[in-house]
């Protein structure tokens, strides 16, 4: 597939960005948990996302509840201007919101967009340092977002995503802000999408303890999405980089009982004498792979994998399905509803439904 001579609009300046956004991005920590602020929104409340491996394709019509998480998809959001999801995650954590695409009348190549996501474990037990039992407590997360994007030129566009975001722990309360942002590239002939997704830029108004603000830059995730449909069969896919600010991803606990010393072969006596594996697992551990089938015109069949999460969440004894995701759409004029699925390691499934409609 040859690539148009104005994809060099978006590499050179794609390439300036990471030319001045890498050295920043390389004081991120080297594991992927356990360093995001306000991580409870991080799960996917958007159907098409969590069924195809985290990432919605970079072309084509996506709806409304893609664009919550990738501001850039704004302008192909679809004809439904509002949106309501519900998701369910183990461990007895919900997670719900709403969005809504605001006219901007006499302005055709700008696009807009406001919400509101929240998440809550319900009751469960609070303990003291030696952890027995002394009642129950609750805790959960609420943000207010807003989206704006803008086409401007014929086949460059860009999104911005700001939000809010509050989050509580028993009697305690955190207050912070955020950004994302994403540049997309598009071709018509070729049904071609690249995206660059910068998301979670964000800054600590008021901590848990401390109550005075404290930033954490660059973006804590700086993705690549490539998308392309196919010319001759009703099936999009997609091939992602994930963390691109933090290319050391692998890691191996001598402690761990579960540990597999390579990630692709399982063997140190296999993998030694091969020259690069490890520069293999590590770009192997960046990927996420999607794809979507139309049956039709309203029926779509969503997969994808993310291999990082596979990693992470499979046990060799019992590895599972962590990784894979799946999903349907029933789409229509005036109604859509989405469903995704993905297993987040054998403590259960998260489970989101979507529903996405107009009044008129």
């Not at 999405?225 to 001759?232: A, D, Q």
Request: hydrophobic share 40%.
């Amino acid at each position: 597939m040859d690539l148009p001579g104005n994809l060099r609009k978006i590499v050179v300046t794609g390439s300036l960005f990471l030319w001045i956004a890498w050295p920043l991005a390389r004081v991120a920590h080297a594991q992927s948990g356990g360093r995001s602020m306000f991580g409870q929104m991080q799960g996917h409340l958007d159907p098409i996302t969590a069924s195809m491996g985290g990432y919605a394709p970079a072309w084509g019509l996506n709806g409304l509840g893609s664009a919550m998480t990738n501001p850039a998809l704004l302008e192909e959001s679809g004809p439904h201007a509002w949106f309501v999801g519900w998701s369910s995650r183990p461990a007895g954590l919900q997670q719900g919101g709403f969005a809504m695409r605001l006219p901007l009348k006499g302005i055709s190549n700008w696009h807009a967009a406001v919400g509101t996501q929240f998440t809550g474990t319900g009751s469960m037990a609070a303990t003291d340092p030696y952890g027995s039992e002394i009642g129950q407590t609750q805790a959960g997360e609420a943000v207010i977002q807003a989206s704006l994007g803008q086409q401007f030129s014929p086949k460059l566009n860009w999104g911005v995503q700001t939000r809010l975001v509050s989050s509580y722990l028993g009697s305690y309360s955190a207050w912070g802000a955020g950004l994302s942002m994403a540049f997309r590239y598009t071709d018509t002939a070729q049904k071609l999408g690249l995206c660059l997704l910068l998301q979670d830029a964000n800054i600590i108004l008021k901590d848990y303890v401390n109550t005075s603000a404290s930033s954490r830059f660059p973006p804590i995730r700086m993705s690549l999405i490539l998308s392309n449909e196919l010319k001759h069969l009703p099936l999009r896919w997609s091939l992602g980089m994930q963390h691109l600010q933090n290319w050391n991803l692998r890691y191996n606990d001598p402690n761990d009982p579960y540990k597999t010393d390579n990630l692709l072969l399982g063997e140190d006596s296999v993998t030694s004498s091969i020259p690069w594996s490890e520069r293999i697992q590590e770009a192997f551990l960046h990927l996420v792979f999607n794809a979507e089938l139309r049956l039709g015109k309203a029926i779509r069949l969503r997969g994808g994998y993310n291999a990082l999460q596979r990693a992470e969440w499979a046990f060799p004894q019992r590895s599972g399905s962590s990784g894979f995701s799946f999903g349907i759409g029933l789409v229509g004029r005036r109604f859509r509803m989405d469903y995704g699925t993905h297993a987040q390691t054998l403590a259960g499934r998260q489970n989101s439904v979507a529903f996405a409609w107009n009044f008129h």
